[in-house]
């Protein structure tokens, strides 16, 4: 089945208490490479059929009014997922 | 700053209640393309430096091991991001 992919993170400006505590964890598990890290939200659209440029649009509609908020959040990418990618 | 990015969903024969309230809500406003949704998580490790093949396997396996469930998530993705769909 076709799948759209929303990914949605924090805006930067924003706090973001849990990637903040995924930091503070990974060097302590011997993980030292990364600096900060944030953490968001990833949403799997499944459609029946083929991706339409409309279906594309509603999904990018949908992400703006539904999925993120955007007082605190920006979609950040919003995709027709590679099938080889696909987790369902 | 190079990004990593982590992509993890819950397993497909884990029940995703977010995603049915989503799935749910979709239609109620007006987004009648969207047969099933899944909700997952999306994290964004900020490397300082060059992203070597010993930090992205660094990355691998925090993503196996602190980022995910292995019992209920999946780790769908672990990839260097494209500076141009950076959030931060």
């Known amino acids: 089945m076709p799948t759209i992919v929303v990914d949605v993170m924090p805006k930067p400006e924003i706090l973001d208490p849990q990637g903040k505590a995924i ?3 990974l060097p302590r598990l011997g993980f030292t490479a990364f600096e900060q890290v944030r953490q968001g ?13 409309q279906i594309l649009e509603q999904a990018r509609t949908a992400a703006a009014e539904l999925l993120s908020n955007p007082v605190i959040e920006d979609v950040v990418n919003v995709a027709v997922l590679d099938e080889s990618e696909a987790s369902a």
Chains 1, 2 share one sequence.
Not at 41 to 53: A, I, N, Q, S, Y
């Open 41 to 53: 939200k990833r949403f799997e659209l499944h459609v029946e059929g083929e991706v339409t440029d």
């Open 23 to 25: 930091a503070g964890a």
